[in-house]
């Protein structure tokens, strides 16, 4: 890291705060306007969180905000770091690619700031940026090292083969990819993603992320995929993927799995297609014969609940170490209780309470927005320690999760 800010830096970013809470959301997204002109660059993004909902401008807005306010404090910052690193590495963001964000940021300053952004105020935000540019660069740098030299690990692109093709409910489909050099794979931590470079025709380059769904091993990836309603990406690799299909991955990623050492019981809470992170961390504990695990999931009906056949034999051969209890918010006259469904309704904190570990375990959480409020807040407020609720969600962060 390069010198340590200045305070006449940390002053006027700070004292910007006021200006970021009401126009911070313009800034981003004439950032993204200005540096989405180079096609380059913009092909670096997943452009599905920059369309009608403007996921990723609002993000980015919270995150500045977040910086500014935290600006003498950045200890605070340290888990978003890491989860932007992350998701840089899994884009494969460069160094050399830092220097078009910089511009694209201070131009958006001042564009929509006018004369109130002062050649001051943009020298502030221009060393603010460089600072944390330097920490994301050298965390990035560790993370492709690490994966360069680990079995089986590679940086970049690398060809995979759709090997297996498996539907598993009427929206989500399952894809076995086996790397096309025929070499080993890296052994991912349950839990992380895969990041899919997309040559679709008549479309400019896609990036999407789609989580791990089984266990680590040397040879290959499964994912999971839920066909979206307007889905490009998703629609296409469910009507279009057929095995043989080519496809280019970067290295897992994702600050999101169960470690290693994992002693204490774990709860594994899933909402409709937030199964696929957790599905993996099931496979992996149902190996560990000394970790025991709760796994509840939510779902509409028969019709959508995907893996149930593989949850339920994951189970039968812990010998009790793994308990697992799925909801049917709505079941279906042909849905049978006890046989495709336990629970009928939504998952809730107090039947957590009631029938899991509450005191003790990590809760591993990942689903829909509305899912994840509910349930990070309100494991909190039932007494669950910070440090034990875990959470992954599809899409950028944003103020939604921050309680």
Known sequence: MSNELSDRTIALVKATVPVLETHGLAITQRMYERMFQNEAIRDLFNQSHHGETGSQPKALASAILAYARNIEGLAALAPAVERISQKHVGLNI?????????????????????????????AAWGEAYWYLAEVLIAREKTIYTSL???????????????????????????????PADGAPVLR???????????????QHPLKRNYSISSAPNDATYRIS???????????????????????????PAGEF??????????????????LTPLMSMLETIALRPGLSAHYVHGTRDGSTHAMGPRVRELA?????????????????????????YDEQGRISVDWLSRNTPMAEADYFLCGPKPFLRAFVSGLARAGVAADRIHYEFFGPADELLAA
């Open 94 to 122: 460069l160094p050399e690619h830092y220097p078009y964000v910089a511009d694209a940021l201070l131009g958006a300053i001042k564009d929509v700031l006018g004369d109130a952004a002062t050649e001051e105020i943009l």
């Open 188 to 202: 991912h931590r349950p839990g992380q993603y895969l990041t899919f470079w997309l040559d679709i025709p008549g």
């Open 225 to 251: 995929v839920k066909r979206e309603p307007q889905g490009v990406a998703s629609g296409w690799l469910h009507e279009r993927a057929a095995l043989g299909t080519v496809l280019k991955v970067a290295p």
């Open 316 to 340: 039968a051969r812990s010998d009790g170490r793994i308990v697992a209890t799925t909801f049917y918010e709505a079941p279906r006259p042909e849905d049978r209780s006890g046989q495709h």
């Open 257 to 274: 799995f169960l470690r290693q050492a994992q002693v204490r019981p774990v709860v594994l809470v899933s909402g409709g297609v937030g």
């Open 148 to 178: 360069a030299a680990a079995p089986g690990g590679w940086t970049g692109w690398r060809d995979f083969r759709v090997e297996g093709k498996e539907r598993e409910s009427d929206i989500i489909t399952s894809f076995l990819l086996r």
